[in-house]
């Protein structure tokens, strides 16, 4: 369901800037816990940025490539990983078990982690960043769209096959658009319900963009799949013009 260690982000549709820098970090919980980190530098910055929400196995390789992806469009990206305080090491290779893991996480503190993320994107130490996004998938799809209620100080928020239901109760207090790109043969979300999230957002006036991709399997977003290349392709652009539209 997740992206698997084969999956390889989609390129983006033009890249126009080298990646001066990428690597690991760690950042600083509220709470002082600290927890693991991918930036992804971009030399020709677009002023926008983005903290990357990955799925339920973390900070693993799909993210980190894709953040670096992000830069080559001039966008500054910074992946977290949401198990600094229960995992034993930061390894999030084949054998790290997310699924082991992630009922024990903490909603209160991996919301303070977002946070921390977000702080340390526009501080500037990944470049000048003028108007920052949060972009998640599968458990960090609901994240990222619960961060139109949770953060106001984000230009947009963007979600890949989220599940509408972790963060249905969030929808009255949204204000930062949001971009939901759902997939309509997702295991773990009706179309039904996606179409639902749709007309719910519309109803409480939520600025929002909604794509529904018929057909696609969840993680459709990957390279490694040449039956959803189409669809990537356009999820890129959608993505590509939401951060040029709010930045």
């Known amino acids: 369901?997740?992206?698997?260690?084969?999956?390889?982000?989609?390129?983006?549709?033009?890249?126009?800037?080298?990646v001066a820098d990428a690597g690991e970090l760690r950042l600083t919980s509220a709470d002082g816990a600290t927890f693991l980190a991918y930036r992804a530098v971009p030399e020709t910055p677009t002023g926008a940025g983005v903290v990357?929400?990955?799925?339920?196995?973390?900070?693993?390789e799909f993210y980190r490539d894709l953040?670096?992806?992000?830069?080559?469009?001039?966008?500054?990206?910074?992946?977290?990983?949401?198990?600094g305080r229960i995992a034993d090491d930061d390894v999030r290779g084949?054998?790290?078990?997310?699924?082991?893991?992630?009922?024990?996480?903490?909603?209160e503190r991996t919301q303070d982690d977002i946070v921390a993320a977000v702080d340390?994107?526009?501080?500037?130490?990944?470049?000048?960043?003028?108007?920052?996004?949060?972009?998640?998938?599968?458990?960090?799809?609901?994240?990222s769209w619960a961060q139109s209620a949770l953060q106001p100080r984000l230009a947009g928020v963007?979600?890949?096959?989220?599940?509408?239901?972790?963060?249905?109760?969030?929808?009255?207090?949204?204000?930062?658009?949001?971009?939901?790109?759902?997939?309509?043969?997702?295991?773990?979300?009706?179309?039904?319900?996606?179409r639902a999230f749709d007309v719910e957002l519309s109803e409480a006036g939520v600025p929002h963009e909604f794509r529904l991709y018929?057909?696609?399997?969840?993680s459709f977003f990957d390279g490694a799949l040449p039956d959803?290349?189409?669809?990537?392709?356009?999820?890129?652009?959608?993505?590509?013009a939401f951060l040029r539209a709010h930045t």
């Open 1 to 18: 369901m997740c992206h698997a260690d084969e999956s390889r982000p989609p390129a983006p549709p033009e890249a126009t800037s080298a």
């Open 52 to 60: 990357l929400l990955p799925d339920v196995r973390g900070a693993h």
């Open 67 to 83: 953040a670096r992806r992000f830069a080559s469009t001039g966008v500054a990206a910074l992946v977290l990983d949401y198990y």
């Open 94 to 107: 084949p054998d790290f078990d997310g699924f082991a893991l992630v009922q024990k996480l903490d909603r």
């Open 120 to 143: 340390h994107l526009v501080s500037g130490a990944l470049g000048p960043v003028t108007a920052a996004f949060t972009v998640g998938f599968c458990l960090g799809g609901a994240m």
């Open 158 to 194: 963007v979600g890949f096959y989220g599940r509408p239901a972790e963060c249905r109760e969030l929808i009255g207090d949204m204000t930062r658009p949001l971009l939901v790109l759902a997939a309509g043969a997702d295991v773990l979300t009706t179309v039904e319900d996606n």
């Open 214 to 218: 018929e057909g696609a399997p969840h």
């Open 228 to 240: 959803q290349a189409e669809n990537a392709a356009d999820a890129w652009a959608r993505v590509s």
